[in-house]
C-alpha cells in the first residue's frame, strides 16, 4: 500500500509538471512585470496586453517576438555593471510564453489570477505635484521637414525645488521625434525671442544656451526619469523651463500638446544629479560606408558617480559603446549597444551607481551604416555629416552623474561647464 500510495503521488506531480501553462497562473504575472508598462492603453505599446482577451490573438506574434528575441526591447550588447531597468526574460519565463503559445493558448482558472497591477492615470510615474504643458497645440503638419521648435514655460516657483521623476508625455507621439527639457537661469539671452505660448526656432546664429541644463530627454521607447533616494535635479527658482521638441512628419497631419509632470523629493537630497555628454561635431560618413566609426571624449570628476546611459543617433547609427579609461591605463567597456535602433531609444540605468577611480577618462564610439544594406538609410549616396534632421546624423554619448549636493558643477569640475 504505502508503495502504491507513493507511485500515486509521483505519477500525480508528473501529470502537475506537464500540465500546459495558463494565462492566469502562467503567463499573466511575467506579462505585469515585463510587458504592461508599455502595452496598455495610452502608452507606446501598439496593443494592450493586460487581459487574457488582449493576449489571446496575439499569441502568434508574441511567440514571434519571443523566437526573435526582439521583445521586450533591450540592446545592451556587452556590459560590465547590472541595470536596473533590464527587462530581459529570464530563460524560465522565456520557457513559459513559448509553452503557452506552442499549447493552446490556454485561459486557465480565473481565480489563479494575480492581482491587477495599479498604474498612474496618464503617467508612468507616481502622480506628479507639477504638470506644465506647450501652453498651447503645435500642428504638425502631414509632410514637409520643420525646425526644432522651443516653448518657453515659466515655472512659477518662488522656492528651488528638488526634481526626483520627471516624465514628458508627448499627445501626437508618432510624430515627436525626440524632446529635451532644457531648464534656463533668468536674463539669459537664449531664446529671448521666444515668448510663451508661441513657439519659435532658435536663431541661426543667436546666443547659446549657456549656463542652461538639461533636465530629462525624450525619446520614443524611453522610460520616464527617477533617480535614487537622496537624489535629485536641481531646479532653481526662478528658472525657466524649455522645451525643445523635434517634429517628424508622418503623412498624417496631427496636433500636439506636449505634457511635463514632476515629482519633488521627499528625503533629504544628498546628491545633485547634472546630465552631461559626450559629443562629435565632425562626423564625415562617406557614402556607402557600412561600418563608419567616429570617437567622443568626456571626463569623470573625482566625486562623481555615474548613474545611467544614453547614447543617441540617427538613421545610420548601429553600435554604440561607451568606455572608461582607468589611471592606469586599461580600458573597461561599460556598456554597448548593439543593435542600436532609432525608433526605439533606451536609457540604461545602472542597478547601483558607479564610482570609478580618480583620474578615470570617458571614451565613446559609434558605428554608421551608410550602405545600401541599411533598410532606414535616406540616402547611400550621400556624404553624412552632423546636422538636427534625421537624415543628417548624430553623436551624443549622453550620462548621469550624481555628485554631492555642496557642490557647484564649477567646483566639480574645476573649471566653468560648458552643457549639453
Not at 490556454?106 to 498604474?119: K, L, S
Not at 533616494?229 to 524649455?242: V, Y
Amino acid at each position: 500500500m504505502v508503495a502504491r500510495s507513493g507511485l500515486t503521488l509521483l505519477c500525480a506531480a508528473a501529470a502537475l509538471a506537464a500540465a500546459p501553462p495558463t494565462f492566469h497562473r502562467d503567463v499573466e504575472p511575467i506579462l505585469q512585470r515585463r510587458c504592461q508598462g508599455c502595452h496598455r492603453p495610452g502608452e507606446i505599446g501598439p496593443f494592450p496586453l493586460l487581459t487574457y482577451a488582449d493576449a489571446r490573438p496575439r499569441a502568434r506574434a508574441i511567440r514571434e517576438a519571443l523566437l526573435k528575441r526582439t521583445m521586450p526591447p533591450w540592446f545592451a550588447a556587452k556590459a560590465s555593471h547590472p541595470f536596473a531597468n533590464d527587462p530581459t526574460l529570464s530563460p524560465p519565463e522565456r520557457e513559459a510564453l513559448l509553452a503557452w503559445t506552442n499549447t493552446g493558448a490556454a485561459r486557465g482558472n480565473p481565480d489563479d489570477a494575480p492581482p491587477p497591477v495599479t498604474f498612474t492615470q496618464g503617467w508612468n510615474i507616481p502622480p506628479p505635484e507639477a504638470t506644465f504643458d506647450t501652453l498651447t497645440d503645435f500642428n504638425v503638419p502631414a509632410q514637409g521637414a520643420l525646425d526644432y521648435m522651443h516653448f518657453v514655460i515659466p515655472t512659477g516657483f518662488d522656492r528651488d525645488r528638488w526634481v526626483e521623476a520627471v516624465e514628458v508625455r508627448p499627445s501626437y507621439r508618432a510624430a515627436v521625434h525626440h524632446a529635451v527639457v532644457y531648464l534656463r537661469p533668468p536674463g539669459s539671452a537664449w531664446l529671448a525671442h521666444v515668448k510663451p505660448g508661441r513657439p519659435g526656432a532658435a536663431h541661426r546664429n543667436g546666443p547659446g544656451q549657456g549656463r542652461a541644463e538639461v533636465l530629462t530627454v525624450y525619446a520614443p521607447g524611453m522610460t520616464p526619469d527617477r533617480w535614487p533616494e537622496g537624489a535629485a535635479k536641481l531646479l532653481p527658482k526662478g528658472w525657466d523651463i524649455i522645451l525643445q521638441l523635434h517634429y517628424t512628419t508622418t503623412g498624417v497631419a496631427g496636433r500636439d500638446r506636449t505634457r511635463i509632470g514632476l515629482r519633488f523629493a521627499r528625503a533629504p537630497v544628498t546628491h545633485r544629479v547634472v546630465t552631461m555628454s559626450m559629443r562629435n561635431l565632425a562626423l564625415n560618413i562617406p557614402p556607402g560606408e557600412p561600418n563608419y566609426r567616429a570617437e567622443g571624449r568626456g571626463f569623470l570628476p573625482e566625486h562623481a558617480e555615474i548613474l545611467s546611459f544614453f547614447p543617441h543617433m540617427h538613421l545610420r547609427g548601429k553600435a554604440f559603446e561607451y568606455r572608461a579609461i582607468h589611471p592606469d591605463g586599461t580600458s573597461e567597456v561599460l556598456l554597448r549597444v548593439e543593435p542600436y535602433r532609432f525608433h526605439w531609444q533606451l536609457a540604461y540605468r545602472l542597478a547601483t551607481p558607479l564610482a570609478l577611480p580618480a583620474g578615470t577618462r570617458l571614451e565613446c564610439s559609434a558605428w554608421y551604416d551608410n550602405s545600401p544594406n541599411n533598410p532606414d538609410n535616406p540616402d547611400p549616396s550621400a556624404t553624412v555629416r552632423w546636422g538636427e534632421q534625421s537624415w543628417d546624423e548624430m553623436l551624443a554619448g549622453f550620462f548621469d552623474l550624481r555628485y554631492p549636493a555642496q557642490l557647484t558643477l564649477e567646483e566639480l569640475f574645476g573649471q566653468p561647464v560648458t552643457r549639453p
